[in-house]
């Protein structure tokens, strides 16, 4: 009989490739991890991780087992779920990640309105980027993620399910000085030899920005990295470079020194959406967190 706890280390090691890797998120020391692993093997007659000097891959054996793996496991999600509903389990604490301004749109209104209509539910709150919460969510560190789609992220994972929140445009922020600064709108082209300031690679936002600009015929040099928009907006106030921001990241920032100008033509947009594991979306605990995400999205 193969346990259950075993198949989620195993999916933790495809996740991560190394054995310490998956040993950390899992919270457990890396000899535990290889020990499941052993017994897992044992259980199923089949060597399923191959050893390298680049990390643990699968072996033809672990794929089919971990294919069957993502399957059960949203099925015993499923059953959590229903067994969590039949002893009503109207009260408990769901975990939530997201990144800052998607806590200040959604997040924070969500949790007001808990507290109002569903007070035995309490939203323990996590600041993390895009890329960060997924693999969080997967590891079981968190039961909600509040992500941005981004260029190779798990979109169509069957291990996850997605509820779609909201698209908002980046708008083009140039220094006061700039040649751009009195235009209605910023064609990005006319940025091909500027100096950007932009998030770092893996942040979705950085997907985007490259993306439009590679969209627009050119490559951006980003001279100039942060993960804050406000470091980003500082930044460009001091005539360092151009950037695109999400336009409610610009909510309530000090502006001085820049030009915030709609992009010309479509614009590059970013698309937030709340994530929890296959099976769990009928959670009485999640289910009504996701329903407060929502609205507070809608308004």
Known sequence: MIEARRLHILRAVADHRTVTAAAAALYLTPSAVSQQLTA??????????ERGAKGVRLTPAGEILLSHTNAV???????????????SGAAGT??????????????????????????????????????????????RQIDVAVAVEYRGAPADDPRLAHVPLYAEPFDAVVPV??????????????LAKDTWIGPYPGNPC????????????????????SDDFRAVVALASADAGVALVPRSAL???????????????????????AA????????????????ALGAAARE
Do not use: K, N
């Open 251 to 273: 909510r309530g920032m000090d502006l001085t020194g820049v030009v915030v100008r709609p992009v010309d033509g479509v614009a590059p947009t970013r698309r937030v959406f």
């Open 73 to 87: 496991l949203a099925q015993l999600e499923r059953a959590e779920a229903e067994l969590a509903a039949y002893s």
């Open 276 to 291: 929890v594991r296959r099976g769990a979306e009928e959670h009485p605990l999640i289910s009504p967190v996701l329903d």
């Open 206 to 225: 950085h997907d985007v920005v490259v993306l439009a600009c590679e969209s627009a015929g050119f490559q951006p040099r980003l001279d100039h990295s």
């Open 40 to 49: 897992l093997e044992q259980e199923t007659g089949h060597r399923l991780v």
């Open 94 to 139: 769901v975990t939530v990640a997201s990144f800052a301004t998607g806590i200040a749109l959604v997040v924070a209104p969500a949790a007001a309105h808990l507290a109002r209509t569903s007070p035995g539910i309490r939203l323990r709150v996590l600041d993390a980027e895009g890329d960060a919460s997924l693999p969080m969510l997967l590891d």
């Open 177 to 190: 000085g700039h040649r751009l600064a009195g235009a209605e709108v910023v064609p990005l082209a006319e």
